[in-house]
């Protein structure tokens, strides 16, 4: 058991060094260690806490970037497709979601890498239904994170602004599907909580070791990283499903 709280607060400092220079990462590393110990369904649950914590320090620290053109639209429909999604991912969670959910990653990493992403432009309609859809992967899979900063290749920001933008928008999602985990699972969450804590504390030291990382990026490298990123944790994905 000691052995597992480390590991957790091991990788909880990588998920949150990545998540403050990648705009996402918590969910996707944090959700399968945990589930290796309480099952998938119960470690998403218990993820969208630790999830939430650093998501709000992370928030608080970039906030004045944040572009509140793309929050309001594609991060407010990526809400509500996250309410959506929580309230179904104990009805739908299995292995073929997951591998779609994978292979939509890997493809999201190849054409960020290759620079097809860059021709696709987000507008109107278009960043609504983007917005939507990562929502629902992220509340069905507990990993919206991914999905959601390839959709947001669609948009024109910097990579403080991405990153921002795209806290404020996993914050949104947190505060729309955290309340539905904990309310229809609330007696196994309390049963992990010392899990969640090393957990925690672990995402909330690598949040801030990547936020002073992340000012030394160059911007034309920003993009690549974050794609190179998403396609890793495709293949992570696949392999732990």
């Excluded at 060094?17 to 649950?45: D, E, H, K, Y």
């Excluded at 955290?178 to 010392?194: D, F, G, K, S």
Aim: hydrophobic fraction near 55%; include cysteine; aromatic fraction near 12%.
């Amino acid at each position: 058991m000691i052995v597992f709280n480390i590991s957790l607060f091991l990788v909880g400092i990588l998920s949150g060094g990545i998540a403050s220079v990648c705009g996402f990462g918590i969910g996707s590393f944090l959700t399968p260690i945990l589930a290796f110990n309480t099952g998938t369904s119960i470690a998403v649950a218990g993820v969208s806490i630790i999830h939430f914590l650093g998501t709000v320090f992370r928030f608080w620290k970039w906030k004045k970037y944040i572009n509140k053109q793309v929050l309001l639209t594609f991060g407010l429909t990526s809400a509500v497709g996250g309410l959506t999604g929580a309230l179904f991912h104990n009805i739908f969670q299995n292995s073929i979601l997951t591998v779609i959910f994978g292979s939509l990653l890997i493809f999201a990493g190849f054409t960020g890498l290759t620079g097809i992403s860059q021709q696709w432009q987000l507008k109107g309609p278009t960043a609504w239904l983007a917005g939507a859809l990562s929502g629902i992967f992220g509340g069905l899979v507990g990993n919206q994170g991914g999905i959601r900063s390839a959709a947001m290749f669609g948009f024109e920001l910097n990579a403080k602004e991405f990153v921002a933008t795209a806290t404020g928008i996993a914050l949104a999602v947190d505060c729309a599907r955290m309340p539905v985990y904990c309310l229809t699972q609330w007696r196994e969450i309390i049963q992990i909580w010392p899990f969640l804590i090393f957990g925690a504390v672990g995402v909330l030291i690598g949040t801030e070791m990547g936020i002073l990382l992340l000012s030394s990026i160059p911007e034309k490298l920003f993009k690549r990283i974050v794609s190179g990123m998403i396609l890793l944790i495709g293949i992570f994905v696949l392999i732990y499903r």
